[in-house]
C-alpha cells in the first residue's frame, strides 16, 4: 500500500437479523424477531456506533423443504415500509433502508413509499433493489409466474427510471407558498413513459424528498447484476468474503461505472460479513466454533445437504461421510431460495474433494461451505483487519451481520468502534444529517428549495 494514498474512511451497516441462517435462535440472550422493541434496539445500537445505515432483508414467501416451512421463517417478517418508517421517529441520524423487489412491485408505489420514508426520516432512506425469478415466489402474486434471468433485470432497470423520473418531475419552483398572493403551487408536470414493462401517465404526489433520490443498493452477481449495479446502485451488497476474492470484486465493479460516465467513488462496496470477539485470539476463535455449531445443527447440516443433493438424506449420519450417491437433479426439494443457481452435480463434487482433502464430516463441511465472511479474534484484531479490507480496497466497508437477536451489535460497538477511530478509520460524529452525507455520495440535483418549501408549509 502506498504511503502517499489517503485513508479510507470505514463505512458500517447493520443487518437486523431475522430468519437469516445466521441466526442463533436457541441462545438464551436471543429475544423476539418480531417485537418492535427489538428493531428498535439493534438500530439505537447502530445509531450509537455512528454506523452509516440499518439494514432489513426481504422474505416474500416462506420457505420451504421438503414439504415443511423452513424453521425460522415461522415468526414471519413484518413489512418493510413499516418497520422502518416507525423506526425514523426513534433514531435521527440512521440511514435506513430497506430490501424491496422490482419483480413484483410497480414503481409509481415505489417512488412514493421510498419518496415517503426519505421525507420522514429527514433524508435517510434506502432502497435494495432486488429481482425474483423464483415461480415459486411469484404463486404469492395476483400476476403468478416469474420473470427469466435477463428480463428481471430489465424490468429492474426500468422500474428505477420510472421511479428516478417521478423523484425529479417536480420543478425547483412548484412549491410557491405565496400566502398574499393566494398561491400554493404551480402546477405539476405530468411524467410520460412508454416502455417494455410499464406504460405511465402520472403526476408524482410528493416534492423531491432531502435526498432527491433514496440511496439505491443492489446486490446482484450475475454478469447481469453487476451491470445494473454499475449503471444504478450508489452501493453493492455482496458475499465476497476473502481478501483476495473481495479485491476482485471491487476492481471489476469499479472498473464498469466509466461506461456509465460515473467516477470510482460513486458506487461504494459493502460486503456482508459476520464477527466473534473475545479478551484473546484463543477466546474468539473458542466463541466462533460454539456459535457455528450452534447455527449448523445436525438437522440442519443434513437440510444444506438435501438442498444439493435433490433427495431425503435423513438415513445418513451428520456425523458421518458424503452421500456415495450423486444428486438427483431435483431443485424442488427446497422452494424460496436462490441456491439452486448453480449445477448441483458440479456442487456435489466440489464438496466430496473439500470433504476428502481436509477430512471433514457432513456437518464439519457445511459449517466449513455456508461461513461467510469472519471476522474472528480481540476488538484490536478485528479492527485492524476490517480496515485491512478498507485501505487494500477489497471493500468500502462492511454490513454487519450480528448472530443474536437484538443485542448482537452491541459488543461490536462498544470495542471494536472504538479501535476503528483510534486508527483514524471511522467517524468520531456524523458530519451529516442524511445517509447521501454519511456514505459520501453526491446530491443527484439541487432542487433543496423545493424541499424547504414544503416544510415551510
Known amino acids: 500500500m502506498s504511503s502517499t494514498k489517503p485513508r479510507k474512511s470505514v463505512h458500517l451497516a447493520a443487518h437486523f437479523p431475522g430468519v437469516n441462517n445466521t441466526t442463533v435462535w436457541s441462545d438464551p440472550a436471543s429475544k423476539s424477531q418480531i417485537d418492535f422493541e427489538s428493531f428498535v434496539h439493534l438500530a439505537r445500537t447502530a445509531e450509537r456506533g455512528l454506523f452509516d445505515f440499518f439494514f432489513l432483508a426481504e422474505g416474500l414467501r416462506l420457505r420451504e423443504h421438503l414439504g415443511?416451512?423452513?424453521?425460522?421463517?415461522?415468526?414471519?417478517?413484518?413489512d418493510t415500509f413499516t418497520v422502518l418508517n416507525a423506526l425514523a421517529g426513534v433514531t435521527e441520524k440512521l440511514g435506513l433502508a430497506g430490501t424491496i423487489n422490482s419483480t413484483y412491485n410497480e414503481p409509481f408505489e415505489l417512488a412514493k413509499q421510498f419518496a415517503s420514508l426519505d421525507h420522514l426520516s429527514g433524508?435517510?432512506?434506502?432502497?435494495?433493489?432486488?429481482?425474483?425469478?423464483?415461480?415459486?415466489?411469484g404463486e404469492n402474486f395476483r400476476r403468478g409466474g416469474y420473470?427469466?434471468?435477463?428480463?428481471?433485470?430489465?424490468?429492474?432497470?426500468?422500474t428505477v427510471e420510472v421511479a428516478r423520473a417521478l423523484w425529479d418531475s417536480w420543478p425547483a419552483d412548484t412549491l410557491v407558498v405565496d400566502r398574499d398572493a393566494g398561491v400554493f403551487a404551480k402546477d405539476i408536470p405530468e411524467t410520460r413513459h412508454r416502455g417494455r414493462q410499464f406504460d405511465i401517465a402520472a403526476r408524482f404526489v410528493l416534492p423531491p424528498s432531502p435526498?432527491?433520490?433514496?440511496?439505491l443498493l443492489q446486490?446482484?452477481?450475475?454478469?447481469?447484476?453487476?451491470?445494473?449495479?454499475?449503471?444504478?446502485?450508489d452501493a453493492i451488497f455482496t458475499g465476497h468474503g476473502t481478501l483476495e476474492a473481495g479485491r476482485t470484486f471491487y476492481?471489476?465493479?469499479?472498473?464498469?461505472?466509466?461506461?456509465?460516465?460515473?467516477?470510482?467513488?460513486?458506487?461504494k462496496i459493502l460486503p456482508a460479513a459476520t464477527f466473534v470477539l473475545g479478551d484473546t485470539a484463543a477466546e474468539a476463535e473458542e466463541r466462533a466454533r460454539h456459535i457455528r455449531y450452534q447455527q449448523v445443527g445436525p438437522q440442519t447440516a443434513i437440510a444444506f445437504l438435501e438442498q444439493v443433493w435433490g433427495r431425503d438424506l435423513s438415513?445418513?449420519?451428520?456425523?458421518?461421510?458424503?452421500?456415495?450417491?450423486?444428486?438427483?437433479?431435483?431443485?424442488?426439494?427446497?422452494?424460496?431460495?436462490?441456491?439452486?443457481?448453480?449445477?448441483?452435480?458440479?456442487?456435489?463434487?466440489?464438496?466430496?474433494?473439500k470433504a476428502e482433502a481436509e477430512n471433514l464430516s457432513i456437518r464439519e463441511l457445511i459449517i466449513e461451505v455456508t461461513a461467510r465472511q469472519q471476522f474472528v479474534g480481540t476488538p484490536a484484531e478485528v479492527a485492524e483487519r476490517i480496515d485491512e479490507y478498507v485501505q487494500t480496497d477489497?471493500?468500502?466497508?462492511?454490513?454487519?451481520?450480528?448472530?443474536?437477536?437484538?443485542?448482537?451489535?452491541?459488543?461490536?460497538?462498544?470495542?471494536?468502534?472504538?479501535?476503528?477511530?483510534?486508527?483514524?478509520?471511522f467517524r468520531t460524529e456524523y458530519a451529516g444529517d442524511t445517509l447521501r452525507d454519511h456514505l459520501g455520495l453526491r446530491h443527484p440535483h439541487h432542487r433543496t428549495s423545493v424541499h424547504e418549501g414544503a416544510r415551510a408549509s
Open 123 to 137: 433524508g435517510r432512506a434506502a432502497w435494495n433493489v432486488v429481482t425474483s425469478s423464483d415461480a415459486f415466489t
Open 251 to 267: 476492481a471489476d465493479m469499479k472498473g464498469r461505472l466509466a461506461k456509465y460516465g460515473r467516477g470510482h467513488d460513486e458506487l
Open 68 to 78: 415443511r416451512i423452513h424453521d425460522l421463517d415461522v415468526v414471519g417478517r413484518p
Open 211 to 215: 435526498q432527491g433520490h433514496p440511496v
Open 315 to 353: 438415513g445418513y449420519d451428520p456425523d458421518g461421510p458424503l452421500p456415495d450417491v450423486d444428486p438427483s437433479g431435483d431443485v424442488n426439494i427446497t422452494r424460496g431460495r436462490v441456491r439452486h443457481a448453480k449445477d448441483p452435480r458440479a456442487v456435489a463434487e466440489a464438496w466430496r474433494a
Open 394 to 425: 477489497a471493500a468500502d466497508g462492511f454490513i454487519l451481520v450480528p448472530h443474536l437477536t437484538p443485542g448482537g451489535l452491541d459488543e461490536f460497538v462498544d470495542r471494536v468502534v472504538p479501535e476503528l477511530q483510534e486508527r483514524g478509520s
Open 147 to 158: 420473470l427469466e434471468h435477463s428480463d428481471r433485470y430489465r424490468r429492474a432497470a426500468e
Open 219 to 233: 446486490a446482484g452477481d450475475s454478469d447481469d447484476g453487476r451491470e445494473f449495479g454499475a449503471a444504478t446502485a
